[in-house]
């Protein structure tokens, strides 16, 4: 009777323990669901590459797994907050389909980035990269600064200061 009582104890802080992780991982999941993330293909990304508004746009083509990428990111969230009332930034993420959930949700919640997040989905690169920029490789981070007057694009990484000054030659 004692062995049983033991076992029977064992077993109900066994199955507690397993309940509490359950918990946690329902918890976890439904922390995750909270960001939304826009996917397009690239016939639908294409609105964000053209204007005819006055607004200047910043379009930053990057993925968590590029450290140069990563490493800009606050530049851009920099700009996006002090210019805000003259430039959109939008921060197009190139990152693989089956990292939403894991990486780039919990990126972007963790930065608390407040620029727009777009997902790009399109395998067919060949295709949609020279229609970004006919100059353009396919490397990033790269990023495309227009607005209805004129376009440039840089397949680079930029300092605040270099994007900074990039921007303003749009808001004169």
Do not use: H
Not at 54 to 64: I, L, P, Q, R, S
Not at 87 to 110: A, G, M
Not at 118 to 146: C, Y
Request: aromatic residues 14%; proline residues 3%; charged residues 30%.
């Amino acid at each position: 009777m004692k062995y049983l009582c033991i076992i029977g104890l064992m077993f109900f802080f066994s199955c507690k323990n397993v309940i509490e992780k359950e918990q946690i991982a329902e918890l976890n999941e439904s922390q995750e669901v909270k960001i939304s993330l826009e996917v397009y293909d690239f016939d639908g990304l294409q609105k964000f590459l053209s204007t005819t508004d006055d607004k200047t746009y910043v379009v930053n083509f990057w993925a968590t797994w590029c450290a140069p990428c990563v490493k800009e990111l606050p530049y851009f969230e920099k700009l996006n907050k002090e210019y805000s009332k003259d430039v959109e930034v939008i921060l197009v993420s190139l990152d693989f389909p089956s990292k939403y959930e894991t990486r780039l949700k919990p990126y972007i919640k963790n930065k608390n980035l407040k620029s727009k997040v777009v997902a790009l989905n399109d395998v067919d690169s060949n295709t949609w990269i020279p229609k970004v920029d006919e100059s353009w490789t396919g490397a990033i981070p790269a990023t495309v600064i227009f607005n209805k007057n004129e376009r440039k694009f840089y397949e680079k990484s930029f300092n605040y200061n270099e994007l900074e000054t990039e921007v303003k030659q749009f808001l004169k």
